[in-house]
């Protein structure tokens, strides 16, 4: 099978890129380089550097290349900013999908795997949150990701489009040769270990009074490549129709726990200090995969969180600069 993947110079794409490639498919990534890294793309994966905002060019990689399926990590994810700029999500990362969309559709491809988020669940009623769960989106970027989700339910019925929605928890931990590396870093684990490098002094836990066992949020920490193990069942799975999970371990850890772990895996100290909260964080945030593992038979292979924080902290050890470290 061939597969074109947006964003597939980006840390979750890539390695899906990277796991389809060891799996026995073809890969073209799409990819404009805003945020991802050139170094990231798998050496047998072939490169468009282009936007999604320029349709010209995504029918220039459907004519050429004609895939059989699309993965669409290509978005702008971070909650807060959305919250800053709310029409990069609600315009861009909406735009930008349906002109693949309309590509695709144009060139007749028929699969579609949907990177989409826990962020629309903002007020869950049950924990773990389950695909029954109501979806109340927590933010513009948690909205775009609905409206994309939505545009595939439309698209399956009129014009036959296959796809899967993955609604991802936390992503997190490394594969050998790739990993998270953001500018700026915003995420917990890659911070902490930054500070485990002597690349930060501390690290601030954002808010000490939630109502959990510590005090301190709880989140659902998947490891990226059981994510990407999972993306490549339901693209398995499209011929038998469309389909949406949410993706988690199913277990929560505290930012506390994941801080300890850090301490006993890198033997570093790691300073942290309880600062205020960070708007928009929800207390906990746990997913029921139990649908993806009935359905598709999916097992994480690294559910704890000592296998995610070990295989992270090896990627940023020998890669202390990320993506620009020199080899
Ligand atoms: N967090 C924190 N300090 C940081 C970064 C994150 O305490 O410097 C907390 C954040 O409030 C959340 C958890 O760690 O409860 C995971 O945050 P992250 O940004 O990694 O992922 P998110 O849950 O926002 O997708």
Redesign the pocket.
């Known amino acids: 099978m061939k597969v074109l993947v947006s964003g597939g110079a980006g840390y979750i794409g890539s390695i899906v890129v990277e796991q389809l490639i060891q799996q026995g498919e073809r890969v073209v990534v799409f990819d404009n380089l805003s945020l991802g890294h050139r170094e990231a793309v798998h050496p047998e994966a072939k490169f468009v550097h282009a936007d999604l905002n320029d349709r010209i060019a995504i029918d220039q990689a459907m004519k050429q290349h004609q895939p059989d399926a699309v993965m669409h990590f290509a978005a702008y994810s971070l909650?807060g900013e959305s919250m800053k700029f709310p029409f990069q999500y609600l315009g861009e990362n909406v735009t930008n999908f349906l002109n693949l969309l309309e590509s695709m559709v144009a060139h007749d491809v028929k699969k579609i795997i949907l990177s989409s988020t826990a962020n629309l669940f903002d007020d869950p009623e049950r924990m773990p949150i389950d695909e029954s769960e109501r979806i109340v989106p927590g933010s513009p970027y948690g909205e775009s990701k609905f409206i994309c989700e939505r545009m595939l339910h439309w698209l399956d019925q009129i014009h036959d489009l296959r796809f899967a929605a993955l609604r991802y928890f936390?992503a997190a931990g490394a594969s050998t040769e790739r990993g998270e590396d953001h500018t700026p870093e915003?995420?917990?684990?890659p911070?902490v270990l930054q500070v485990a490098l002597g690349q930060r002094e501390r690290?601030?836990?954002?808010?000490g009074d939630y109502d959990t066992p510590d005090g301190?949020?709880v989140?659902d920490y998947i490891h990226v490549l059981d994510l990407a193990q999972a993306h490549i069942l339901a693209l398995q799975a499209l011929d038998q129709g469309s389909r949406t999970y949410n993706l988690g371990n199913g277990q929560g850890f505290s930012?506390k726990q994941v801080i300890e772990t850090a301490r006993e895996i890198t033997g570093h100290a790691i300073p942290a200090d309880i600062v205020d909260r960070?708007p928009g964080?929800p207390a906990t945030?746990v997913a029921g995969s139990s649908k993806i593992r009935d359905e598709l038979g999916w097992r994480p292979a690294y559910p704890d969180l000592q296998a995610i924080v070990e295989t992270a902290w090896q990627w940023h050890q020998s890669h202390p600069q990320g993506y620009a470290t020199p080899s």
């Open positions: 909650v936390n915003l995420h917990l684990i911070i690290v601030s836990m954002f808010g301190t949020c989140r930012v960070r964080d945030l």
